[in-house]
């Protein structure tokens, strides 16, 4: 499908926690946007596949989970998005999920990104941690090699590696990205505060910059849309708890972000 024309979200929890979750949360998310007025895609992990311990929390599996999303999709009328690991999963994946989007500590994986762009769907390719926004312009490149349409692919950013267990983000990568691959981009306002391995067995987090940062990078005029993972009780969920927003807080930010964007652009959806 081709790029939203007016700024839109992805938004979910990491992972798939249970079938009965996930339909809560995509329940809650649809009341939410309804209100707001905003397109958007509901997002959630079938498989979590890149953990800090092997005892992490990883989901459901493919088969399970996309049955899941499956069912999102045709009670709620969703659209989904959800990540893929490994080459031979983007077909089957595509077959249910109107995005594929790649990790992005795979973003440089080329088999994984020409196997999910030759599938025709929509690409939502994280900039890794450890790239400058630059080097998303190659990532791209091979992205385009299986798919040539420009509107297919939208980048993100979710933060650069800052010592250990941190991450900072640069505002100026978001209109660097832009410019440099030509591609809307997606600001991560989640992955963003996460601390990476900070408590040994998972990650942290600094919640409370959520919306600080999502708000700047609205601010910056250079992004199209918002990835939030958010969960109605974060303090339960079984992955990322420390980085997520909770449901309750996400229609004020909302309105925050489509105020400042109304001031940036008047008149622009």
Not at 54 to 83: C, H, M, N, Q, Y
Request: a neutral charge; aromatic letters at 6%; hydrophobic letters at 45%.
């Amino acid at each position: 499908m081709s790029q939203e024309s007016s700024f839109f979200c992805l938004v979910g929890p990491c992972v798939i926690e249970s079938r009965a979750a996930a339909l809560e949360c995509a329940s809650a998310l649809a009341a939410i946007f309804r209100a707001a007025g905003v397109p958007w895609y509901f997002k959630a992990s079938f498989d979590k596949a890149n953990r800090s311990a092997a005892s992490g929390f990883r989901g459901p599996g493919l088969e399970k989970g996309l049955a899941i999303l499956a069912e999102i999709k045709e009670t709620l009328g969703l659209r989904v998005v959800t990540d893929i690991h490994e080459p031979a999963q983007a077909a089957v994946v595509a077959d249910v999920a109107d995005v594929l989007q790649i990790p992005a500590l795979l973003c440089r994986q080329t088999d994984l990104v020409t196997a999910a762009a030759a599938t025709g769907r929509q690409l939502h390719i994280k900039k890794g941690q450890f790239l400058a926004p630059w080097d998303m312009a190659r990532v791209v490149e091979k992205a385009r090699v299986a798919a040539p349409v420009p509107d297919r692919i939208w980048v993100c950013e979710r933060g650069t590696t800052f010592g250990y267990n941190n991450l900072v983000v640069d505002m100026r990568s978001l209109p660097l990205m832009a410019r440099e691959t030509g591609c809307p981009v997606v600001y991560d306002a989640t992955h963003s505060v996460q601390l990476p391995g900070a408590h040994g067995n998972c990650s942290g987090g600094q919640p409370e910059f959520i919306a600080p940062l999502a708000r700047a990078a609205v601010a910056t005029g250079a992004v199209s849309g918002l990835f939030l993972e958010a969960h109605p009780r974060p303090e339960t969920a079984l992955c990322d708890a420390h980085a997520m927003l909770p449901l309750a807080e996400l229609p004020e930010l909302l309105r925050q972000c489509l105020a400042i964007r109304t001031a940036l652009h008047p008149g622009r959806p």
